[in-house]
């Protein structure tokens, strides 16, 4: 079975192709700029790679090129288009429409219905489905929600203390995001190390970062609340706020609550706090240098992830692993450092020279630790292909 699993920005469309159930990927591909005079598109397909711009003028016309790629009669991977089973989502929030699910019209209005949760995330994916439903009727279209591996988290842990019926009757409560990439993690731990009942406290840290707690495989809290603004700092998102903050900004600033939201989802995490850049590169590079404002976003991120992975150890009773994942996760050594120092009390013990040279699946705890600490890539898309292919087969 041939599956698309697809990654939607509201000008971009990024791809990558798997024979399932062997999992073997077939082609990556993307499209930048959907919607301008001229789009970035490039392929690759075994040894074969090419880059060109052409004008891409919407999502459908995306899913065309690509199709058309893989189909190439000199470097294609497949003979027929017919041979892509369907097309997998990672999408983000549908509120209690959670799950792995089939898209169709109910899902599709229940998602634009809750776009302030999820500006970024659910109305370009929204008006991408809508317009691949409509150009490719015969491909099932599978949206993997982001909420789907946190519906674990016991009551306790998901609950805000607001009035109750706010939680029954509009569905406030800690959703819970990035599950894709932090179920991988949990089933790839207990594919590593050949434990199926281990501890694992996941760390996403990248553009938008989040922690959670992992017993067994099953997620028992996440850093991410009702929408993915909360929790840990992000890269220009605001994370954990005050909302009592707002009416005194609205009289401040004579901004709106919309305006506000605005600055708070756009303006705000770790671009806001240095004024500089929310890529943790840069602000590394010019912490380095004495910049003060990325000293300070840089120590409230790595504060940040501390106090959630204490909380998370008292929320499992102990933690076997730390696993660090995601773009800074994998990549930053400063940050893996900074977040594990003075945590001996607690059996954890980085060891520096590991942590200096560690590369795609390493171990980077000193020989005396008591916790295993991990650097281990994420891989997204195949998590949503496998539950395409769940999705799919349950339908036959």
């Known amino acids: 079975m041939k599956v698309l699993v697809a990654n939607l920005g509201s000008t ?11 999992e073997v990927q077939l082609a990556r591909g993307g499209i930048d700029r959907i919607g301008e005079e001229q789009s970035h598109c490039f392929v690759e397909i075994g040894a074969h ?15 065309n090129l690509c199709l058309s790629q893989l189909t190439n009669s000199d470097w294609g991977c497949l003979d027929s288009a017919d041979e892509v089973a369907g097309i997998g989502f990672k999408a983000v929030f549908a509120g209690n429409m959670s799950g792995i699910r089939l898209v169709d019209e109910t899902l599709l209005t229940k998602m634009e219905a809750l776009a302030d949760i999820a500006p970024a995330h659910n109305p370009p994916y929204a008006r991408a489905m809508r317009q691949l439903r409509q150009a490719f009727p015969e491909i099932p279209l599978v949206a993997a929600l982001e909420t789907a591996f946190h519906e ?17 009757e509009y569905e406030v409560q800690r959703w819970g995001f990035h599950g894709a990439s932090h179920r991988y993690i949990g089933s790839r731990m207990a ?11 996941s760390c996403h840290l990248g553009g938008s ?7 067994g495989g099953v997620s028992k809290a996440n850093s991410l609340g009702m929408s993915p603004q909360t929790g840990l700092p992000h890269n220009n998102r605001v994370g954990d706020f005050d909302p009592f903050a707002l009416p005194v900004l609205i009289k401040a600033t004579g901004k709106s609550l919309a305006e506000l939201l605005e600055d708070l989802s756009s303006k705000g995490g770790l671009l806001g706090m240095s004024g500089l850049s929310g890529d943790c590169r840069d602000l590394e590079e010019a912490a380095a240098s004495g ?54 009390w607690a059996g954890i013990r980085l060891d ?12 980077i705890q000193a020989d005396d630790s008591k916790v295993q600490i991990w650097v281990v890539p994420t891989n997204e898309e195949i998590v949503v292909g496998r539950q395409t292919v769940e999705v799919i087969e349950g339908r036959s």
């Not at 988290?153 to 939680?167: L, S």
């Open 152 to 168: 674990t988290i016991p009551p306790e842990n998901r609950a805000y203390a607001i009035p109750h019926e706010w939680q029954e």
């Open 352 to 363: 520096s020279k590991k942590n200096k040279t560690a590369s795609n699946e390493a171990q």
């Open 209 to 215: 970062s989040s922690l959670c707690a992992i017993e």
């Open 49 to 63: 790679r090419e880059e060109h711009e052409q004008n891409v003028p919407d999502h459908a016309a995306a899913v």
């Open 291 to 344: 910049h003060k404002r990325a000293q300070l976003a840089l120590g409230v991120f790595h504060s940040a992830i501390r106090q959630y992975l204490g909380a998370y150890m008292t929320v499992l009773g102990g933690v076997d692993a730390i696993v660090f994942t995601g773009g800074i996760g994998e990549n930053s050594v400063s940050l893996r450092e900074k977040v594990c120092s003075n945590l001996e």
């Open 191 to 201: 594919e590593l190390t050949g434990k199926d009942d281990l501890k694992v406290i």
């Open 12 to 22: 971009s469309f990024k791809y990558r192709l798997f024979d399932m159930p062997a």
